[in-house]
């Protein structure tokens, strides 16, 4: 049995990815919560492992040649863990592989961030600026028909089988109606959705730390946190 891979995290869509690939391939795991609306992300212990303050990372104490590794970055974890464990969700053939990685960095240089700042200036910002909202709800439907147009040619982002792809783009397309969506407008992504929904792993995934899940609107001490002068002090 391999050593447990420590995952730093909290439950939100991009440490749900990690959860969600390590659930699939049944890798053992511990979980260390870094609860980032309290400030966690700032602790040294945390800053020992990821310089940019930011969930998820993990310890691999068996990293390669048997070496502690230390990753942060949801889709290097992803890929890392994948490989690890020899899983077909990284695909083996090059050409789909490639396929995978191109939308892997979809997700990471589009969807998270652009979703990211569409959450900041809809729901977290206190002065709702007219032309920010716009922009980046344009970007969010823009980047949900994009998502539409590939699967409707595909079943899953990389090809015809489920792969890391989906599973780092999947937290982020789940709960559409928080970014005003309406997943019934993209049937494709729809469908996709439903899909790996009702995997089990995925179920089992969205569940880590779940209790943590914040509530309602966001208190003026976590926004200090968040996007205050702490950010700006983090070394
Ligand atoms: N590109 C990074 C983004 C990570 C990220 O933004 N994590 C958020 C939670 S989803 C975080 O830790 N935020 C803490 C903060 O903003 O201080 C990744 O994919 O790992």
Not at 49 to 58: C, K, Q, S, V
Not at 80 to 108: H, I, N, V
Not at 182 to 205: E, K, N, S, T
Request: charge should be neutral; include cysteine; glycine fraction near 6%.
């Amino acid at each position: 049995m391999p050593a447990p891979i420590q995952v730093w995290t909290w439950p939100t869509p991009n440490g749900h990815k990690v959860h969600i690939l390590l659930e699939e391939l049944g890798l053992p795991y511990t979980v260390v919560p870094v609860a980032i609306g309290k400030g966690d992300q700032f602790k040294p212990e945390f800053l020992a492992i990821t310089p940019n303050h930011r969930i998820p990372a993990i310890i691999d104490p068996e990293g390669p040649g048997g070496q502690p590794l230390q990753l942060f970055e949801s889709a290097a974890i992803l890929i890392y863990l994948a490989e690890k464990a020899g899983s077909a969700l990284w695909p083996a053939d090059p050409a789909t592989r490639y396929t995978c990685l191109q939308w892997l960095m979809f997700q990471m240089g589009g969807v998270g961030p652009m979703f990211g700042q569409f959450n900041h200036f809809a729901n977290y910002a206190t002065e709702k600026l007219p032309y920010a909202i716009e922009r980046y709800t344009n970007e969010v439907a823009r980047l949900h028909r994009v998502l539409d147009k590939r699967l409707s040619e595909s079943a899953y982002l990389a090809g015809p089988d489920y792969s890391i792809a989906d599973i780092c783009t999947f937290p982020w397309i789940r709960n559409a109606e928080r970014r005003n969506i309406d997943l019934a407008q993209y049937p494709h992504v729809l469908r996709w959705h439903d899909a790996i929904a009702a995997r089990p792993a995925v179920q089992r995934g969205v569940e880590v730390l779940a209790e943590n899940q914040r509530r309602g609107t966001m208190t003026d001490a976590e926004r200090e946190v968040m996007f205050g002068k702490t950010q700006f002090a983090a070394r």
